[in-house]
């Protein structure tokens, strides 16, 4: 099946640093990709929507300014976390659509635990 | 109310119990639906869709009602492996929304 990669898997950072994640898809172009964040015991919540070569579409509250998301090529998306503070804690994880602006098939990195202390 | 509700559980059940998981929906128009399950810690992973005619994939059962917008998933003959949080998924046919999981426990 379709491979999705996350790095880092896990990050620890101080307050006010800039934390990037990648996402890729190993195995097949990914026209579309999906960034989520998820606090304990929640539901995953979209953040974000990333087409290729075009600007992400932010979900309401989400703030644009805060997580920029690149996705330059079909293959991998990136989100940077700028000037993360404690309360940005949480488990992001990004999915990969194999079919164009499907939100149908996704596959899910194996996400990234980021700590801000 | 929430797009897609689900029973947090815990559900403890002990090896060999069947049990059932439903999950409602606001969205009249939503077009696809799924099952996925969550370790711990872990990314969610695609279960099984559902289908308006029901499905069945080993123990699993999934069903359909659009009329009571719910979804259900049965599992038969629980084993120990099947310990984790399960997450109803609606596509409204512009996004995918999560419910917040229903957490199962199969004990020995």
């Known amino acids: 099946g379709a491979v999705v990669s996350q790095h880092p898997s896990w990050v620890i950072c101080k307050s006010g640093t800039s934390v990037k994640i990648e996402c890729r898809s190993l195995?097949?172009?990914?026209?579309?990709m999906f960034w989520y964040r998820q606090f304990p015991k929640q539901s995953l919540m979209l953040m974000a929507t990333?087409?290729?070569?075009?600007?992400?579409?932010?979900e309401q509250g989400v703030e644009k300014d805060k997580f920029l998301i690149n996705h330059a090529s079909l293959t991998l998306s990136t989100l940077t976390v700028t000037s993360a503070h404690p309360e940005d804690s949480s488990f992001y994880i990004c999915s990969a659509a194999a079919i164009p602006a499907s939100t149908d098939t996704q596959y899910f990195g194996p996400g990234t635990r980021l700590t801000v202390l | 109310r929430k797009e897609v509700e689900q029973d947090p559980g815990p559900f403890n059940v002990p090896e060999g119990a069947t049990v059932a998981f439903n999950c409602t929906y606001s969205n009249s128009a939503s077009q696809s639906f799924f099952w996925y399950r969550q370790d711990c810690r872990k990314e969610p992973k695609l279960l099984m869709s559902v289908y308006s005619s029901g499905n069945e994939d080993g123990r699993f059962t999934a069903q359909l009602n659009r009329a009571s917008q719910y979804i259900s998933l049965l599992i038969r003959d629980s084993k120990l492996s099947d310990s984790a949080t399960y997450l109803c998924?609606?596509?409204?046919?512009?996004?995918?929304?999560f419910g917040a999981g229903t957490r199962l426990f199969v004990k020995a």
């Open positions: 998924v609606v596509n409204t046919g512009f996004k995918t929304i």
């Open positions: 195995d097949f172009q990914a026209t579309t």
């Open positions: 990333s087409n290729e070569g075009s600007k992400a579409t932010y």
